[in-house]
């Protein structure tokens, strides 16, 4: 085995497991984000000694993928069937964190793709505005905008579950 | 809110199920990858087995210095360079169709094969012309089974299989003059194209006008002994353009692929190639800015330029492992580069590179 493919193996056994959370909330399904990873991952070992910040570009790359795997028609296909079976509102659980998870797992969902990864990307990832812009190559603007509309809307979607499940505790 | 909003998408990512993939399948991933870039599918997994064998005998010590190269003008010599040019176009049969040629290499022309209904990020097969006089690419590999199948266009056809069982159609489109489909492979009986439908996509190919292939800037000077064997460009792939020269006594045009990839054999004559990309980068890719200037990096045993270009969008890159680097500098320097997002601002290949740089300058 060479080095530069020691290398390789070495940085995807740190950051794949990071990598396919980050690709799962930009997509939401684990199944979908993990062929985004693998796809991304497969395009770095082919450029892997050329480039100079694999984080940032491996990080790019898994997320514009999620994206792009969302485009696909069968993608299309599969959330019209599994939105419809979707439950309005997510039933409490009776632990509290798996309560959380499934309340701003259900939320993400409901925002656009991109504006969902604008959010991942600044809030799970602690990328600036400007590098958010450049990962998404999107103008600084929307990067803004899609962060103010992304977080009011989790906000709005967060409150009414909280609603709903203050509501269903107190019956 | 940050914070706060930080921690809930750390804690929503929690809990995933047992995990699909490895490091494993993510290097084998890569090896394919690297093995459809290099081959475009065309030439067959026979020729893709041989080369990835040479894939762990990457050279893990600095690459040898052959004489150095220093870029000069080049001088036009007597001979008439050969036409660049691709000699046919898009078209449509049935819920298939064939684009225009992405890819000239000295043994032929590379297209994509896409479906109506079809996954848009993939296409579904490449159809690979090759230039007349340029020999079965197929027929001299080894391990290839074929089994013939009735004429296309009243010339000889034939179903290649590799020992993989990765299928391709091979058949006669004019006098002493192959092409070749291959179709997607998701793996081992998993095929994009049906053999009617590769037959169905044979059938309705013809040679249309000739059309001047175009690159997006201009080199003024090439390293004297090398000869341009490969243009092509990959707008999904963030490579609006991909240029290789290879040394003159490897640049052959009766060679079925030209195209050996980042990675050749370490001790083969392509691994001297020399390649000029323009790259959108992804974040992360290069250093620095417009600003920097032309830019070298030490690691990985150097042998790598680039500079990016006015607005930051795009970068020109050159490598190669023989030419130093103050020259290979100087090569990236002087490239001229046209607007890579403009096709219409492009130059034909004929005019952008030195005529002593062509084959038959």
Known sequence: MSDREAEFREFVGARMEALRGLAYLTCGDWQVAEDAVLSALAKLYVRWRRIDHPDAYARTAVVRAAIDETRRPWWRREQAHSHTALPDRVAPDETHSVDERLRLRAALDRLPVKQRAVVVLRFLEGLGVEQTAAALSMPVGTVKTYTGRGLHALRLILD???????????? | MRTEMSDLLHQAAQDP??????VEDVVRAGKRRQRRRRTGWAVGAALAVAVAVTVPQIV????RRVQPVTPTPSVTTAGKPRAINFTFGGYTTGRFSVSTPFRWTLAGMSAEIRKKGGDPA?????????????????????GVKRTAT?????????????QGGFPMLVWQYAADAYAVVAPRSAGPGDYAMTKAEMRQVAAAFHLGNATPVVVPFRMTVVPPGYRLVLAQ???????????????VSVANPRISDVDHGPEPDPHSAYADQLRIEVVKPVPGEFAGDSSSGTQCPEANHGGRCYRW????KYVVEALCRVVVKDQLAGLVDRIEVADPGNRATWLPANRAFPASAQVGG
């Open chain 2, 309 to 312: 270009l006015p607005g930051d």
């Open chain 2, 233 to 247: 460009w990959e707008p999904t792939e963030g490579l609006p353009a991909m240029i290789r020269f290879l040394p």
């Open chain 2, 122 to 142: 993939s296409p579904e097969g490449i159809l690979t012309v090759y230039h007349p006089g340029v020999a079965d690419p197929i027929a001299a590999e080894k």
């Open chain 2, 150 to 162: 009735s004429p296309i266009g009243g010339r000889p056809a034939y179903f290649g299989t590799d």
């Open chain 2, 60 to 63: 893990t010590h600095p690459p």
């Open chain 2, 17 to 22: 199920p047992p995990p699909r993939y490895d």
């Open chain 1, 160 to 171: 009414e579950r909280a609603e709903g499940r203050h509501a269903n505790r107190n019956v």
